[in-house]
Nanobody, 113 residues
Framework: QVQLVESGGGLVQAGGSLRLSCVAS????????MGWYRQAPGKQRAFVAV???????NYADSVKGRFTIFRDNAKNTVYLQMNSLKPEDTDVYYC???????WGQGTQVTVSS
């Protein structure tokens, strides 16, 4: 059974930073792509960033240059460093493992103007 546990969300002022973490249980972490998605109430879940097992990354255009995804395979953890946050980044952020993905429970990020 794969479990993903996110943490690090919260309330921050525009221009501030947050770091999200996602710890995965199970031995499949190292061989799988990890990603972050976000979702606002009433909207579809949207891609934010992804990192392959070898370390290559890809980002949504809206976060390029502001967000960084990285992973620590020894800790079965993927991170999302979010800088220069904007009010439009306010969402619930979800960690995803593999394809089709396992999902975490989500962590709320709120950016005040």
């Amino acid at each position: 059974q794969v479990q993903l546990v996110e943490s690090g969300g919260g309330l921050v002022q525009a221009g501030g930073s947050l770091r999200l973490s996602c710890v995965a249980s199970g031995s499949i972490f190292r061989s799988n792509v990890m990603g972050w998605y976000r979702q606002a109430p009433g909207k579809q879940r949207a891609f934010v960033a992804v990192i392959a097992s070898g370390g290559s990354t890809n980002y949504a255009d809206s976060v390029k240059g502001r967000f960084t995804i990285f992973r620590d395979n020894a800790k079965n953890t993927v991170y999302l460093q979010m800088n220069s946050l904007k009010p439009e980044d306010t969402d619930v952020y979800y960690c995803a493992l593999g394809s089709p993905p396992y999902w975490g429970q989500g962590t709320q990020v709120t950016v005040s103007s």
